[in-house]
């Protein structure tokens, strides 16, 4: 079982981009039960947590994308997007959707390029 990432590509510094999380209908009845998040991984770096959305809608973003990125997320469409705005050279990275469930189980998806070019 995985997640469908997409939306990435190739954009400027100061470019937006915006990345939609598909989970697969094996989930589907549980999705309002599961928090969503973004990861990402950029070459030579570990994977870190970019930003998260819980069942009942709180977020967090990690310090370096405060104000730039927004999660959200749709129940009735079963998805998940990341909205990048003003994007940077440092946010170049595989972008990873995760899903976890009220029992701590992760499920991941194969990940999605983003690369800004200065």
């Known amino acids: 079982v995985q997640l469908q990432a997409s939306g990435g590509g190739l954009v400027q510094a100061g470019g937006s981009l915006r990345l939609s999380c598909v989970v697969p209908?094996?989930?589907?009845?549980?999705?309002?039960?599961?928090?969503m998040a973004w990861h990402r991984q950029a070459p030579g770096k570990q994977r870190e947590l970019v930003a998260r959305?819980?069942?009942?809608?709180?977020?967090m973003y990690a310090d370096s994308v405060k104000d730039r990125f927004i999660i959200s997320r749709d129940n009735s469409r079963k998805m998940t997007w990341l909205r990048m705005n003003n994007l940077e050279p440092d946010d170049t990275a595989v972008y990873y959707c995760?899903?976890?469930?009220?029992?701590?189980?992760?499920?991941w998806g194969q990940g999605t390029q983003v690369t800004v070019s200065s």
């Open positions: 959305i819980t069942t009942d809608r709180r977020t």
């Open positions: 209908e094996a989930i589907f009845s549980v999705f309002s039960n599961m928090d």
């Open positions: 995760n899903a976890r469930s009220i029992s701590g189980a992760d499920l």
